[in-house]
């Protein structure tokens, strides 16, 4: 219900970990980890609880965490405990059963907690340790979440046992004003290709990023940089500001990255709350979701990452679109119906081309948050070169639609691209936060095609801009285009014509999510 602790890949089994409230479906002050577990990523089996408030040293919750394969391949779990004086604490907790495929059950190390307060720190300010990294030195590494007088900061952690830790003279990162930073991950990518790198992989072909979640924004924000263990400094190329690096511009947060050893790729996950009421979440019995798998990678640029949504989900495919080589050309104003498929529940790649560049119109230079441009210039709003893109989850009369667009501007002589999902009318229901996203997407026009996937399942919307370049994540609670009467649409609202020069689209399966049954995998 609430945020990722430790997903994991072990023996043939990947592990999800999440925040769970067993008593209901709101954030409490009783927090536990829920388990469920997976062998493809998309169909999961639900477990019990794994670990639940019971020591003085987590008495008053369990919170995030996460986990870490030691050598003799055993995993290991560190994780924040609220502790009987309401003071954040790191503990660590172990398999009972290693020969358990599943893991069940977990066990308290008994010298908990393994991490106190550090001294001038609010107790409530000090949570959520990373997987741990190892360096030459023998020795193992951690982050930790904090802040003091509003300044963010990781604390960096060492140990050569797992168990005796102990505070480096400095942290790893500051940055004033920036507030707590919850779950910190911290992990490298390789600078020359788009596979995934084990956490402790350290050389000169990597990267290191540094995500963390500012708490005060409900934000995840990362950072590129230049990790060395031998100095324990980190040098990040952009500056954590609100208007850096995120995973993704729509509700995303507290997500949590791991290393999936099975297909070399660095797996993302993050926490999808909802955009209604607590009353509502009362009434389903249930808040908040986990966003889809994504693999991510640092672009060739070296600029950013690249996220995409893991090739499994083609296990769920049926009913494929797919337009060969007929270009369907929009013109200004038109709309084009995309038949054949199950709009309510589907996955649609689209790729645009604008021949006209000469045309289009300047950027106001007044214009600097890619958010409020897209809440300015909504989908009914006509350019020039855009708004052009889908609307998904759309009632037949267009009362209710999400609509997911580019506009490209130029800017001093260069072209901009800007992708938005727009939550305007993407229901009749009022009550319910309809805000639009918006980010700008690092391609040029001139040589790239503008493309879009999205990942439509009945309330959840996410897009993949530019290749993956750049994502928004929304919520939406469409009264009336649900099940059959949700459609899909392409559309072009500028005066310029676009071509659809490709196009594919699937409706998707439902997943078998946290139903509890034995599954036979050699039906595979």
Known sequence: MHMHPGPMYYNGVYHMFYQQNPFGPLFSNQMYWGHSISHDLINWIPLDLAISPTEPFDINSCWSGSATILPGNIPAMLYTGIDSENRQVQNLAFPKNLSDPYLQEWVKYTGNPVINLPEGIQHDDFRDPTTAWLADDGKWRILVGSQKDKTGIAF??????????????????????????????????????????????????????????????????????????AKENYVPQNELTLNTLRYDYGKYYASKSFFDPVKDRRILMAWVNESDSEADDIAKGWSGLHSFPRSAWLDQNQKQLVQWPIDEIEMLHEDEVSYQNTKVVLEGGSLHKVLGITASQADVKITFESTNLEETEEMDPSWVDP????????????????????????????????AIFFRVFQKKGRYVVLMCSDQSRSSTRNGIDKTSYGAFVDIDPQQDEISLRTLIDHSIVESFGGGGKTCITARVYPTLAIGEEAHLFAFNNGTETVVISELNAWSVRKARINVEETISYAEK
């Open 371 to 402: 958010q409020l441009i897209c809440s300015e210039q909504d989908a009914s709003k006509k350019g020039k070169i855009g708004p052009f893109g889908l609307l998904a989850l759309a009632s037949n009369d267009l009362s209710e639609l999400t």
């Open 156 to 229: 960096l952690y060492q140990s050569e046992d797992f168990v005796n830790w102990s505070k480096y003279d400095s942290p790893l990162l500051t940055v004033p004003g920036t507030g707590i930073w919850e779950c910190p991950d911290f992990f490298p990518v390789w600078v020359d290709s788009t596979k995934g790198v084990d956490t402790s992989v350290m050389n000169s072909r990597v990267k290191h990023v540094l995500k963390v979640g500012l708490f005060d924004y409900a934000t995840d924000y990362y950072m590129i940089g230049n990790y060395s263990p």
